[in-house]
Nanobody, 125 residues
Framework: QVQLVESGGGLVQAGGSLRLSCAAS????????IGWFRQAPGKEREFVAA????????YYADSVKGRFTISRVNAKNTVYLQMNSLKAEDTAVYYC??????????????????WGQGTQVTVSS
């Protein structure tokens, strides 16, 4: 079992950038595929990006393609989400999830086994 902690959220102007981190304290994050999801107030949680355990494959929601980049450094037990060209509609709580079944892409929230507490991203217009 893995314990996840997100960090890096904050308030930025539209067009700005943030880098989110998802870290595991038990040094086992490399055993899992990782997905980023977000949830805005009053809306359903939606898929943002995913990366397989090896880091060799990445996937993005259409809404963030070309703006967000997911990466991982397994030696640091950390997955990153670099967010550029931020828009007001990116405002949400961002969560990272870990999936025990490795090497298979999934954008479905129910397939992820563990979740962090979330980090707030607010983009002002």
């Amino acid at each position: 079992q893995v314990q996840l902690v997100e960090s890096g959220g904050g308030l930025v102007q539209a067009g700005g950038s943030l880098r989110l981190s998802c870290a595991a304290s038990d040094r086992t994050l490399s055993n899992y595929d990782i997905g980023w999801f977000r949830q805005a107030p009053g809306k359903e949680r939606e898929f943002v990006a995913a990366i397989t355990w090896s880091g060799s494959n990445t996937y993005y929601a259409d809404s963030v393609k070309g703006r967000f980049t997911i990466s991982r450094v397994n030696a640091k037990n950390t997955v990153y989400l670099q967010m550029n060209s931020l828009k007001a509609e990116d405002t949400a709580v961002y969560y990272c999830g870990a999936k025990r079944t490795r090497g298979t892409y999934s954008h479905q929230m129910g397939t992820y086994d563990y979740w962090g507490q979330g980090t707030q991203v607010t983009v002002s217009s």
